[in-house]
């Protein structure tokens, strides 16, 4: 349905929080000053999402397909895939895709799972596992490419793959990485058995070829950890998803940094914006990205941002990186405040999920949301948060609602009954 009201929804990933002691049992964005965010929940209606049902800790790339309209019970297939065409690798019907961490690995022990973010070289390791799986592994094809910091994805390509087995990231540092297996009600089947030995293989020979790397020879004489184990996890095939445009009739474009949501959109058929000094890192350059999000409402109907910065300072459990995250999602949309003309748009501010300080990766609270712009009605919410939200008029949402309120607003959905 053609709207003149521009739809936008602005995400700090995992921004929501809990209670931090170190900040006097506020958390972030309570403690964080945030005017720009404060002045979007003043004018606006607030609330909390949970972004696919209370209490479910969501990835990003299930909360991302919750609230573009998405069910991720009936079309998630794993982040494997997502996070393969994110980087730029084909994933062909019946390839399997892996994401992938670089690891540090001493005496057989995981003992740092993200290589310390190693930040450059990881092009270069993986150009030397490509070169040494040249002849892949019992017929089947390897590809590996490397992503932003620690992180990559893995192609397995050939006949008979199967996607039921487990992951060989153990997810915790102390222990080896884990020996892959046919996952639970697949423990006799063919293909999953001989896809694990495949994985398991493959885990087993990358070690003494990241090693031997010359980025790792250098980590190792500068006194860091070497990225010498890449161990795959969130296997997964092509999901079958309908495009976007098809879905809710909006030209839609996504600007985010994360290559699983950029997959996502690529997937869905969404214009996926690169932009210059967007890092995906602490460093990122927000008003950049809010730039492009800017230009971009220039011939689309419909943008999604997000900035990566402030999940990281949740997993990595540093409040001062989480504020100085959120110092920057507020910037970012103080400039889209000052920027477009609010009668012809409509904007949710909020996260995809909560990255608690406390808990260190995401948990399945309600995260803050706050709508502003065109049609919106605004509530008594004076200041963005966990809390305030927590007061305002849409009280608690699911992400699967979010696409359905910013087109009331904007004027996109259509009447249900005559
Ligand atoms: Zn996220
Ligand atoms: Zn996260």
Request: net charge negative; proline share 6%.
């Amino acid at each position: 349905m053609a709207s003149s009201i521009k739809q936008i929804i602005f995400l700090g990933d995992g921004i929501g929080d809990r209670p931090v002691p170190a900040l006097g049992g506020k958390t972030p964005l309570e403690h964080q000053a945030t005017p720009a965010l404060d002045l979007v929940a003043s004018g606006g209606e607030s609330g909390l999402m949970y972004p696919i049902r209370p209490g479910l800790p969501a990835g990003s790339d299930t909360a991302h397909m919750a609230i573009l309209g998405y069910d991720p019970a009936t079309t998630y297939t794993g982040r494997g895939p997502f996070e393969a065409r994110g980087v730029g690798l084909e994933v062909r019907p019946g390839d399997l895709a892996f994401r992938c961490n670089f690891a540090t690995m001493t005496d057989g022990l995981i003992t740092d799972r993200r290589a310390g973010r190693i930040k450059s070289g990881t092009d270069e390791l993986a150009a030397a596992l490509n070169e040494a799986f040249a002849g892949g592994i019992d017929g089947v094809q390897v590809i590996v490419k490397e992503s932003v910091e620690h992180r990559a994805a893995m192609v397995l390509r050939g006949e008979g793959l199967s996607m039921h087995i487990t992951d060989a990231d153990p997810h915790e540092a102390g222990i080896p990485p884990g020996e892959v297996t046919p996952t639970p009600g697949h423990e006799g089947d063919p293909e999953a058995l001989r896809t694990s030995r495949i994985v398991n293989e493959f885990v087993e020979r990358n070690q003494a070829i990241l090693a031997a790397a010359p980025v790792n020879q250098e980590r190792v004489a500068q006194g860091l950890g070497p990225a010498n184990v890449l161990l795959p996890r969130g296997v997964g095939t092509g999901p079958h998803l309908a495009p976007f445009a098809e879905q809710w009739g909006l030209r839609g474009a996504l600007i985010v940094e994360v290559d699983l949501v950029r997959g996502l959109g690529l997937y869905l058929g969404m214009d996926v914006v690169t932009v210059e000094g967007a890092t995906g890192g602490s460093d990122t350059d927000e008003i950049a990205l809010a730039k492009a999000a800017v230009a971009a409402l220039a011939d689309h109907d419909f943008i999604l941002c997000n900035i990566k910065a402030p999940d990281l300072g949740g997993h990595d459990s540093l409040p001062d990186a989480k504020c100085a995250a959120i110092a920057k999602v507020d910037r970012a949309v103080g400039y889209l405040l000052d920027t477009l003309d609010w009668n012809h748009h409509v904007m949710m501010i909020g996260g995809d999920h909560c990255t608690p300080i406390t808990s260190g990766d995401h948990t399945g609270d309600g995260v803050p949301v706050a709508f502003y712009g065109h049609g919106v009605r605004p509530d008594y919410v004076t200041s963005y948060g966990e809390r305030p939200c927590a007061t305002g008029s849409l009280g608690r949402i699911l992400g699967a609602d979010v696409m359905y309120l910013l087109g009331n607003y904007a004027g996109t959905v259509h009447k249900f009954g005559a």
